[in-house]
C-alpha cells in the first residue's frame, strides 16, 4: 500500500511520513499540487492524503487530477479551519475530513477503512 | 460600561445633569452640553413669554400714574381755586360792608362811640367775624373805637400798616398779633370828613374765620391748605408747615391771581402738587397766598392699591409661568438627553458588535494559522514519543534536539499570533501613544498570511522614509485599518494585487493609502457606504456596520476618509490622520 502526503507544511508532512513508516506503512511526501502529481505519474498510490488549502493548487482541485491518473486512489482531506461545514456543498458531502492537529491513530484508521471499507 | 437595558428605562429625573459622564458614550451623542441647552432653552421661554406680561404692567403702571397725575392736578385746581374764590369773597364782602358804612354815614356820627357800637353790632349780626371798629384820624390817633379791647387813644402813626392804608383807599393788612397779642388782620377803608381830611375806618377780623372758611376746604389728611404772606410766612396752620406764623421754606411761587397748579422740583418722586394762587379782591390786593398742598399717595389710593394689586397677580403669574417654564423645559430637555443616551447607548452596541464581527471574520484565518503550528508540535511531539515506542536507541540526541527546536518554533508562531490577536482587546476611550503605523500594518497583513498566499494576492507596503510614529488611539487604528484590509481581502479576486502606502504629509498629517484590484464600488453604492447598515455583501456575510463604524472612528481620531472607487477597476481608501492627536477637551 502507498500512500502519498500532501501539505504545504514541510515539517508537518515529513514528520508525519515518518512516523507512519514508524508503524509499518509506506508514506511519500509532496509539497504541492504540482510535485504530487509528478510522483502520481510514477508510482501508483492507492490513498492521498491532502491538506485542503495550499497556495496555487487546493486539496480539492488536486483531487480532480489525481483521479485523472490514478482512478483507484482514495483520499482523506485534512484541513486546519477546525471543523468542517459539509452542509449544502455536494463536492464535499461524500469526503473524509480530519482537522488538524491530527490523531495518528485516528488516520491510520481511517486509511484502513479506505483501503479495506468491508473490513 | 454599557448600561443594561433596565437602567436605560429608568428614566432619572435631571438624569442629563447627574448621569455618569462616560466620554466614548458622550462621543455618540448629537448634542454635547446639556446643561447649556437646558440654560438657553429656559432663558429664551421665559424671555418670549414673560415680555409682554412686563411690559403690558410696565404701560399699565405708566398709564396708572399718568391719570392719578392728571387727577391729581384738576382736583387740586379745583380745590385751590374753590378755596380762593372764598377767601376772596370773605375779605371782599367785609371791605365793602365798611365802604357802605363810610359812604351812609357821616364822619361826625362814626366817631360816637355808642353809634360805632352799634354798627359793631349789626357788622357782626350780618357779616360775622368783626371783632372790632375804630375811626382813625389822619394823624394816626384812634378818634372813636368799639369793640372788647381797650385800645382808645392809641396812636397807629408809626405802625406801617397805618401808613400803607392812609395811601390808597382800600388796605388789607397781614395777619399780626399787634398791642392785643392776639392775632388778626386788619381792614381798613380811607375816606375823607366835611373838612376833606382823610380818616380811616379800620375793622379788625377775627382770624379763625379766615382759618374756617379756608380749612373747609380740606377735604381730608393728605390736603394741606393755608395761606402764606409774601415772604412765607404762614398766616393759618399748616398740617406740614406747623403753627400760624412759622416761617416756611416754601419758595414764592410767580404772580398769578388765576390759580396755578404745579409740581414743585425738589419734589424728587412727585408725590404731591402745590396748588397756589394770589388772592387779590377787585378794590386792593391782599398779602395772602393761597397754597394747596395735594399729596398723590391714598389721594388717589384706589388706583394707587389697585396697581399694587394688579402688580402682585403679575408677579406671582410670573413665577408661577418660570416654574411651569423650568420645569416644562427640565422635562424636555431630560427626555431629549434621555432619548440621545439610547441612542448613543444603541450606537456602542453596534460599535462593539461590529468590533466583534469583526474578529469573527479573522477566526477562520486566525485558527489555520495557529493550527498548523499546532499540527506540527502534535506529530513532532507524537514523533518523540514514537521514538521511545519502536526504537531501541532512542538517545539521538541531535535527532531530538532538533525535533524539539521544531516545537519550540512552531510554539512560538502560536504565540506571535496570540499576541497579535490580544492587541484588538478593547480600548473604548482614546488612549494616546505612540504608534509605528508599519508594525501595525505589517501585524495586520499577518492575519491574512494564508489568504494571500492561498489567492495568489500581491501585497505590496510601501512606507515612505520620513513617516514618524504617531501619537494616536493604537486600538482604534487598528480597528480602522484592520477593517479596509479586511474589506480589500474580500474584494480582490486570484491574483490581484493589494497596495498600501503610507506617506507623510509635513508639516503634522501622514496618509495611509489602501489600495485594491478588486470588484470595485458602483457610483451609487459609492454615495452610500459611509450609512450604518447599509451592505452589498449577502446572506451574513456583513453587519453593514464595517465602514460607518470605521468613518466614525476616523472621526474620533480627527482624520479624514476618502474613498476613490471604479467597478471592475479597484478602491482607494485614503486615511489622513494628524501626527499628533489632540486630547478631546484641548480640540
Known sequence: ?119 | MIRTPQMLQKQEWLAFLFHRHNAHLASFHTFSNYPRIWIISIIILAVTSLSPLVMATLINNRLIHKSVDSELVLQTDRVTSNAKRSVRFFLEERLNALRFVVNELPYYSLIDNEHLTKILINLKLGFGGFTDLSIIDSDGSQVAYAGPFNLEGKNYKTQSWFKQSMEKDNFISEVFTGYRDVPHIIIAVRSQNAYGRYYLLRATLDTQRLMDTVLSYKSNFHTDIFLINHTGILQTPSTNYGKIFTPTQIDIPAFSDTTQVITPENNKDKSYVVGYSYIATEAVTTPFILMVHKKKSEVMGTWLNLGKTFNWIIGFCCLVMMVIITLVSTYMVNQLFLADQSKAETMLKMEQSQQLACIGQLSAGIAHEINNPLALINETTGYLKDLYHYKDTPRDDKEIIELLNDILEAVSRCGTITSQLLGFVRQFDVQISSVNVEQLITGILSFHKKETEYKGIHVTTAIAPDVPDIKTDRGKLQQILLNLINNAFQAIEVNGCLDITVSHLPPNTISIEIKDTGCGISEENLQRIHEPFFSTKKERKGTGLGLSITYGLVKKLQGSIRVESSEGVGTIFTVTLPVKLQKEDEA
Open chain 1, 1 to 119: 500500500m502507498k500512500i502519498i502526503l500532501v501539505d504545504d507544511e514541510t515539517k508537518f508532512i515529513n514528520m508525519l511520513a515518518r512516523r507512519l513508516s514508524l508503524r509499518g506503512l509506506d508514506a511519500d511526501v509532496a509539497y504541492s499540487g504540482e510535485q504530487a502529481l509528478e510522483k502520481a505519474a510514477q508510482t501508483r498510490y492507492d490513498i492521498a492524503v491532502l491538506d485542503m488549502k495550499m497556495p496555487g493548487m487546493s486539496g480539492l482541485a488536486l483531487k480532480n487530477k489525481l483521479l485523472k491518473k490514478l482512478p483507484d486512489i482514495k483520499f482523506i482531506f485534512v484541513t486546519g479551519h477546525g471543523g468542517v461545514d459539509k452542509n449544502g456543498n455536494s463536492d464535499l458531502s461524500e469526503e473524509i475530513f480530519l482537522a488538524k492537529p491530527l490523531n495518528i491513530d485516528t488516520l491510520i484508521d481511517t486509511i484502513q477503512q479506505q483501503i479495506h471499507p468491508h473490513k
